[in-house]
């Protein structure tokens, strides 16, 4: 908790200064573009980008999970643990979340559905790899004639 209050005292001192990097006082990274709409955080336990165009995966992103195709992202995590690491992509498209969650279970057809659930319109799909080391969870949330999703990975470091 102490860690979300000094980033947000970082972004928020950032954001008035209007600067385009900042370095807090543990080594933290700000990096924001000259427009204020795409933020870059890093620090030794990973990193955050948050923003409206251009946001990118950060680069330990598990590279054989895909994001769903044609959907923007608008905001990616990285964390990483002594055992484990931790990722999570948040992303846009015009796809209902039925497809969405098809095109997750089809990808990995081999995993184990742990869980699969549908409430309000939207989706949950929780997958385990075969060997219980990784999992995925996709939700899947419809909102004025947009579907964010949010895919969450978990697996050893």
Known sequence: M???????????????CRKREFVGPNG?????DSSGKNVTVKSADGSVYVGGEGVKLPDDFP????????SKIVSA???????????????QTSDAPEKIAAFYKS????????????????????LQS????????VVANPS??????TLTVQEPK
């Open 130 to 137: 075969a060997d219980g080391k990784r999992s995925i969870t």
């Open 144 to 149: 004025g004639g947009l579907t964010t999703v």
């Open 77 to 91: 995590v990285s964390a990483a643990r002594t055992e484990t690491s931790g990722h999570m992509a948040t992303f």
């Open 107 to 126: 990808k990995f057809s081999a995993w184990q559905v742990k869980m699969e659930m549908a409430s309000g319109g939207g989706k949950v799909l929780l």
């Open 63 to 70: 590279k054989d999970i895909p994001i769903y195709p044609g």
């Open 28 to 32: 933290e990274k700000v990096e924001y």
């Open 2 to 16: 102490k860690k979300i209050a000094i980033l947000a005292a970082i972004l928020v001192a950032a954001a008035a």
